[in-house]
């Protein structure tokens, strides 16, 4: 493996409500200089939840995503609050957008979004043992719970409107657990 | 499902060399009004290679990732060039990046990155038949070919160095089409 490349000057290029843009020069171990750009996110951090309803179901939500102008089928995820810790902040999520809280909290890995370009991860939480509950959240309409067989998720990654990346990873990252080849760290 | 929002105005509200922010305000049906950001990117998409070395083995790549400011673990992808077809691009990239060219192109997927922020997408295209050719890439450093076994993906799933979401999905939908429960289009 090379050793990192050193990082010559960086500064913020860009920035506006919810996006900052680093630019920065390195040098890598061979001598070459490039000058990169990044994201760099604000705030705490994010959870992207994986919650079994049932053995053999996991809760999807069907919600607008301003990125792609159109709905999506995916996880519920949301921002981590300052100073909130990251169970509390998947049990606040889960209340806010399926209206539902869990007694156990499994955190399986931290995932990056785009390495070569954005700083940002978020951390995929299994959470099982659920029960009704619900808190008021922010979403400008109440989003859809759509319960999924985890039998059948090969047709969700068929479905059109499943495209989110990151979700399918999650869910890949829970098959393997539920088969007892990847461990996961109680929360 | 939702009627989709109506799109009230929208403007660039910050802009660096590879990043837009466009601002929009919605109404949804609902009527209630929000704004929001959203990443827009320039250029012609993107491609996510899973790149089969035997039928039992994927080519890796450990490359630098300035977004994380570390070395992570990944599948080769990269830009289309402006008018260049998926195809091409794809085996375009194969070959700078992990010096082999494929004579199978199989598309998998459209993943989005954040359907929430971002309009970007990436197309995961299988390769198969691949033969050594190599071209010279944008690269500042030689990119290190990893060959990894698809009966143990649950180990590069727990590996630190490995953390991209749509590289994981990517690798997901791979194995469900391998087992014959998802569909892809030949190129």
Chains 1, 2 share one sequence.
Not at 148 to 174: F, K, M, N, V
Request: glycine share 8%; proline share 5%.
């Amino acid at each position: 493996m090379h050793k990192k490349p050193e990082i010559l000057q960086r500064h913020v290029v860009a920035q506006s409500r919810l996006f900052r843009v680093e630019s920065f020069d390195l040098r890598f171990s061979n001598g070459v200089e490039r000058t990169y750009e990044r994201l760099v996110p604000g705030g705490s951090g994010a959870v992207m939840l994986v919650a079994l309803l049932d053995d053999k179901t996991v809760a999807l939500i069907r919600e607008y995503g301003g990125g792609i102008e159109d709905y999506t089928l995916t996880l519920p995820k949301g921002a981590i609050d300052l100073g909130e810790s990251l169970r509390d902040a998947c049990n606040r999520e889960l209340q806010e957008e399926i209206g539902y809280a869990g007694r156990e909290f499994i955190w399986l890995k931290k995932l990056s979004l785009s390495p070569s370009y954005m700083k940002s991860g978020i951390d995929v939480v299994l959470v099982r043992d659920l029960y009704p509950s619900q808190l008021e959240g922010d979403e400008p309409e109440p989003l859809e719970l759509v319960p999924w067989s985890l039998e059948r998720l090969h047709e969700l990654y068929a479905q059109e409107d499943c495209t989110e990346g990151r979700a399918i990873a999650a869910l890949a990252l829970t098959q393997e657990f539920l088969a007892g080849r990847f461990s996961g760290t109680p929360l």
